[in-house]
């Protein structure tokens, strides 16, 4: 039996008339990386919102480790916790520290006391290779390392699954390849990964599993060396051949 931290059945979402997710199934193992590609507008997001509950699901259930984020009863704040969400923009207080953007939701939200906070976040620095930056401002750093800190952040909160959603995508080019080192690195440390990315060669190269998105539905899926090197679908191909 394959341990299962992401469990998502028959997922719809509309907003009023425009009906964007469109029966997603999908199960992430324990230690899993799947990517998630596929055209703008296709969805993505909205998933990936919709696993942590930024979106209400339309229809369906998922459930996030013991969570069923869709029970109507879930207790929002706990179930929210099991994620750890990368965005495009990497959304750090601006007019916080490092050390202190890594502290401050293990302090409120977890009740951690400063000492274990800090510790963790410094863990979660030297894992993101920015150890000697706890003192930094967000300002002094550039869009790589903020994001970076985005990562170390979201790791310090212990969650059960990394969810990113484009976490390269805002970057100049020379600095999408450390944030990438990053996230090879966690995929290796086995931590549990959804990303929506438009950076096929690390699909390919780090994913056990793509799934290529489209209009809403799963188009089509499994093992990188399939949907990205020879993919069935003629949506796929197009797609491919167009970011390729
Ligand atoms: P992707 O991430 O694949 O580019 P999104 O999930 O962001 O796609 O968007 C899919 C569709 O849902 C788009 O038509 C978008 O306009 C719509 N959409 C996304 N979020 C909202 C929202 N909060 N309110 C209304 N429409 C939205
Ligand atoms: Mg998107």
Redesign the pocket.
């Known amino acids: 039996m394959t341990d299962t931290v992401v469990r998502v059945t028959d997922l719809h979402k509309s907003?009023g008339s425009?009906h964007?997710l469109r029966g997603i199934d999908l199960e992430v193992a324990r230690g899993e990386v799947v990517c998630i590609i596929?055209?703008?507008?296709?969805?993505?997001?909205?998933?990936l919102r919709c696993v942590n509950l930024l979106?209400v699901p339309t229809g369906g259930t998922v459930v996030v480790g013991d969570h069923e984020m869709t029970d109507p009863d879930v207790d929002i704040d706990a179930a929210r916790r099991t994620t750890g969400m990368v965005f495009q923009q990497f959304n750090l207080f601006a007019h916080l520290s490092v050390l202190k953007n890594l502290t401050i939701a293990q302090r409120r939200v977890l009740g951690r006391s400063q000492q274990d906070a800090e510790r963790v976040a410094r863990a979660n620095l030297e894992r993101v290779g920015l150890a000697n930056r706890e003192n930094a401002m967000p300002r002094q750093l550039s869009g790589g390392q903020q994001q970076r800190v985005a990562i170390a952040r979201a790791l310090s909160m212990d969650p059960t699954v990394m969810l990113f959603d484009e976490p390269t995508s805002s970057l100049d080019p020379e600095l999408v390849g450390d944030v990438l080192d990053v996230m090879r690195g966690l995929a290796r440390e086995g931590m549990t990964m959804l990303v929506?990315t438009h950076e096929i060669q690390f699909a390919r190269e780090v994913a056990d599993r793509v799934l290529f998105?489209d209009g809403g539905v799963i188009v089509e899926e499994g093992a990188p060396a399939d949907v990205i090197g020879a993919p069935r679908q003629e949506r796929t191909r197009t797609f491919l051949a167009r970011v390729l």
């Open positions: 907003f425009n964007v596929g055209p703008s507008g296709s969805g993505k997001s909205t998933l979106e929506v998105i």
